[in-house]
């Protein structure tokens, strides 16, 4: 099958070919047909598969007919959580529109000046990209017109609820024309996002060709394991001293990690930047510019990039710290691998990342396998039981029976609740430990010569149930004293603090 057999017109399906593409994806396959028939759509689908030209190409297609209402502003508009993935649509849309005579697109985001913004709105355009924020911005004060509006395309519907831009959608729909056609894509279909479908969608089509946790077999997974971080920079130099890495991108928690990363691979004399929200619209769409150019060989970047990056030369994706949400894992492993092509993704994980490690082979229903660099082996590895997704724990649910400082390396011991477990407790003559309470040396306490109390007997006279250095709080609530709206009592050996009231209600 082609792109021609999908119904588009000449014009579009040339502007494809000299993009590179011959065959449509299955998502496409699916949506653009439906989407031509004017139905609303529901589409999941895995990141890489597509999903830009799927909503897209049909959106073009309406372009090539005159508009039923003469107004000014745009026909189509295409919501998208962040400014990287504005980019990319607005890219695709000149790309695939290139030999239409009404296409123009427009991008609405944030850090952009808002007089370059004022001036685009101001001049004919049909394809209107933003984020929820900027759009919100630009509606309120009287520069966008709606009315002529065909379709909403929400783009990573998903995201943007996570985000925290319900509100603001919900703020922008009730602006639209009620007979628009709206397009749904979203990696998850459940929860909040069921909901707001509901709420935006009439009788949709729904189309799910692959699931967020379907594998990417186009990609390989890899778990590199790190005593600490010191051992974990030094196998994020190794890794990026391999000559079969192209291009790559690196994921860190947070900013300033970002920076501080960055300004460590210069000194090694890597080819490296930073991308994440500090940064300027120019800044960002810069660095951008020049990872697709081929100038910038490793790109340091927050979750901000975890979507939005189409950049078929990225061989390597490298999670310097495990994402805190299992799903985002899938989008950042899903910057390599684009258009079918082969990639490979590598997590470092410490001791104290194996609750992340878990939920992610949870999520994604596979393992990670664990692999070595020559010379950068860990001292430690990971328990066989705990690198199965699901699987049992010898540890009882904790994390690795370590319990030593941050990065795994400073206290050996034999897990939690039993001391020190790399050197034997303290015994009596008699070879018992000299204290009941005192560890076994094995990760927990002995408590089978522990005394015990004989029933019927008086407790201890010094246990007691009341404990007078704890304030007694007043049964009155007003402007007394501390607390919550009591008084500093007996037993404080403190004066009561006039004014001062804390309402539990406010």
Same mark, same amino acid.
């Given at each position: 099958?082609?792109?021609?057999?999908?119904?588009?017109?000449?014009?579009?399906?040339?502007?494809?070919?000299?993009?590179?593409?011959?065959?449509?994806?299955?998502?496409?396959?699916?949506?653009?047909?439906?989407?031509?028939?004017?139905?609303?759509?529901?589409?999941?689908?895995?990141?890489?598969?597509?999903?830009?030209?799927?909503?897209?190409?049909?959106?073009?297609?309406?372009?090539?007919?005159?508009?039923?209402?003469?107004?000014?502003?745009?026909?189509?508009?295409?919501?998208?959580?962040?400014?990287?993935?504005?980019?990319?649509?607005?890219?695709?849309?000149?790309?695939?529109?290139?030999?239409?005579?009404?296409?123009?697109?427009?991008?609405?985001?944030?850090?952009?000046?808002?007089?370059?913004?004022?001036?685009?709105?101001?001049?004919?355009?049909?394809?209107?990209?933003?984020?929820?924020?900027?759009?919100?911005?630009?509606?309120?004060?009287?520069?966008?017109?709606?009315?002529?509006?065909?379709?909403?395309?929400?783009?990573?519907?998903?995201?943007?609820?996570?985000?925290?831009?319900?509100?603001?959608?919900?703020?922008?729909?009730?602006?639209?024309?009620?007979?628009?056609?709206?397009?749904?894509?979203?990696?998850?279909?459940?929860?909040?996002?069921?909901?707001?479908?509901?709420?935006?969608?009439?009788?949709?089509?729904?189309?799910?060709?692959?699931?967020?946790?379907?594998?990417?077999?186009?990609?390989?997974?890899?778990?590199?394991?790190?005593?600490?971080?010191?051992?974990?920079?030094?196998?994020?130099?190794?890794?990026?001293?391999?000559?079969?890495?192209?291009?790559?991108?690196?994921?860190?928690?947070?900013?300033?990690?970002?920076?501080?990363?960055?300004?460590?691979?210069?000194?090694?004399?890597?080819?490296?930047?930073?991308?994440?929200?500090?940064?300027?619209?120019?800044?960002?769409?810069?660095?951008?510019?020049?990872?697709?150019?081929?100038?910038?060989?490793?790109?340091?970047?927050?979750?901000?990039?975890?979507?939005?990056?189409?950049?078929?030369?990225?061989?390597?994706?490298?999670?310097?710290?495990?994402?805190?949400?299992?799903?985002?894992?899938?989008?950042?492993?899903?910057?390599?691998?684009?258009?079918?092509?082969?990639?490979?993704?590598?997590?470092?994980?410490?001791?104290?990342?194996?609750?992340?490690?878990?939920?992610?082979?949870?999520?994604?229903?596979?393992?990670?396998?664990?692999?070595?660099?020559?010379?950068?082996?860990?001292?430690?590895?990971?328990?066989?039981?705990?690198?199965?997704?699901?699987?049992?724990?010898?540890?009882?649910?904790?994390?690795?029976?370590?319990?030593?400082?941050?990065?795994?390396?400073?206290?050996?011991? *034999?897990?939690?609740? +039993?001391? #020190?477990?790399? $050197?034997?407790?303290? @015994?009596? &003559?008699? =070879?018992? /430990?000299?204290? !009941?309470?005192? *560890?076994?040396?094995? +990760?927990? #306490?002995?408590? $089978?010569?522990?005394? @015990?109390? &004989?029933? =019927?007997? /008086?407790?201890? !006279?010094?246990?007691?149930?009341?404990?007078?250095?704890?304030?007694? $709080?007043?049964?009155?609530?007003?402007?007394? =004293?501390?607390?919550?709206?009591?008084?500093?009592?007996?037993?404080?050996?403190?004066?009561?603090?006039?004014?001062?009231?804390?309402?539990?209600?406010?």
């Amino acid at each position: 099958m082609d792109f021609a057999s999908l119904g588009l017109s000449e014009n579009i399906v040339k502007a494809v070919a000299d993009a590179g593409y011959t065959e449509p994806t299955a998502v496409q396959q699916a949506a653009i047909p439906a989407a031509l028939a004017g139905k609303d759509l529901v589409v999941s689908s895995q990141t890489g598969s597509g999903k830009t030209a799927a909503f897209m190409l049909p959106s073009l297609q309406r372009l090539t007919a005159e508009p039923t209402i003469k107004a000014r502003g745009p026909r189509v508009l295409v919501l998208t959580p962040t400014r990287e993935l504005a980019v990319q649509v607005t890219d695709a849309c000149k790309g695939y529109g290139k030999n239409l005579r009404y296409a123009k697109a427009v991008s609405v985001v944030g850090g952009m000046p808002y007089p370059v913004q004022n001036k685009l709105l101001s001049s004919p355009y049909e394809i209107l990209v933003a984020t929820p924020g900027r759009l919100m911005d630009q509606m309120n004060s009287g520069r966008i017109d709606f009315a002529r509006l065909e379709i909403l395309i929400l783009d990573e519907a998903d995201r943007m609820l996570d985000m925290g831009f319900v509100d603001d959608i919900e703020a922008i729909v009730a602006k639209l024309p009620a007979s628009r056609q709206t397009l749904f894509f979203s990696a998850t279909l459940d929860g909040q996002v069921a909901r707001m479908m509901q709420r935006l969608l009439k009788d949709p089509e729904r189309i799910e060709i692959a699931s967020a946790q379907t594998r990417h077999e186009n990609i390989e997974q890899r778990l590199l394991v790190a005593d600490d971080i010191s051992h974990k920079n030094r196998l994020l130099d190794g890794l990026l001293r391999d000559v079969s890495m192209e291009q790559a991108i690196v994921f860190t928690a947070t900013k300033r990690d970002a920076d501080a990363l960055t300004l460590n691979l210069e000194s090694q004399g890597h080819s490296v930047a930073a991308l994440h929200g500090d940064m300027n619209q120019r800044m960002r769409t810069r660095t951008l510019d020049q990872l697709r150019r081929g100038h910038l060989r490793v790109l340091i970047a927050t979750d901000v990039a975890a979507r939005g990056i189409d950049v078929r030369t990225i061989s390597h994706v490298i999670n310097y710290d495990l994402p805190k949400v299992a799903a985002d894992y899938v989008h950042r492993i899903g910057r390599t691998g684009r258009g079918g092509s082969n990639g490979v993704a590598i997590s470092l994980a410490e001791r104290r990342d194996v609750r992340l490690l878990r939920a992610i082979e949870r999520y994604t229903r596979q393992p990670l396998a664990v692999h070595t660099l020559p010379g950068l082996e860990p001292r430690s590895t990971m328990p066989a039981d705990d690198r199965r997704p699901g699987g049992p724990r010898r540890d009882g649910g904790r994390s690795f029976g370590n319990g030593g400082g941050r990065f795994g390396d400073k206290r050996p011991s *034999g897990g939690f609740g +039993g001391g #020190r477990g790399d $050197r034997e407790p303290r @015994r009596d &003559a008699d =070879g018992r /430990p000299a204290s !009941p309470w005192a *560890g076994n040396g094995e +990760g927990r #306490r002995d408590f $089978r010569d522990a005394p @015990r109390r &004989a029933e =019927g007997a /008086p407790r201890h !006279p010094e246990h007691r149930t009341e404990f007078p250095h704890v304030a007694k $709080r007043s049964s009155t609530h007003h402007n007394s =004293g501390g607390g919550f709206g009591g008084s500093r009592s007996e037993g404080t050996g403190g004066k009561p603090r006039a004014g001062r009231t804390f309402n539990r209600d406010r």
